[in-house]
């Protein structure tokens, strides 16, 4: 029996948020442009990132999270752009 590092906790709590946040997505429970669904998008990959990088490390696997992390990193920053130039704008 092998035994579960902190790395492979990380994992699968970032495993379960990414799958969560896309459930609560299809069930129209979270927008995809908020950030509780950015959030939990970028804190899943940065959970599954950690397990390559002191676990057993995959290029291609890493890679996707940081694409993933990046895309969410984006969408925060688009949102955050878009809710301030209305504020400018009605304001």
């Keep these: ?11 699968f709590v970032g495993v379960l948020l990414v799958l969560l946040a896309f459930l609560l997505l299809q069930a129209h429970k979270l927008h995809g442009n908020g950030l509780t669904y950015q959030l939990m998008n970028i804190l899943g990959a940065l959970g599954v990132a950690l397990s390559l990088l002191f676990g057993s490390f995959n290029a291609s696997a890493f890679a996707l ?7 969410g990193i ?5 949102s955050a752009r878009l809710r301030r ?3 400018d704008t009605t304001g």
């Design 74 to 78: 984006f969408g925060i920053v688009r």
């Design 65 to 71: 999270e940081v694409a993933w992390m990046a895309i």
């Design 1 to 11: 029996m092998s035994t579960l590092h902190w790395h492979d906790f990380a994992g």
């Design 85 to 87: 130039a209305g504020r």
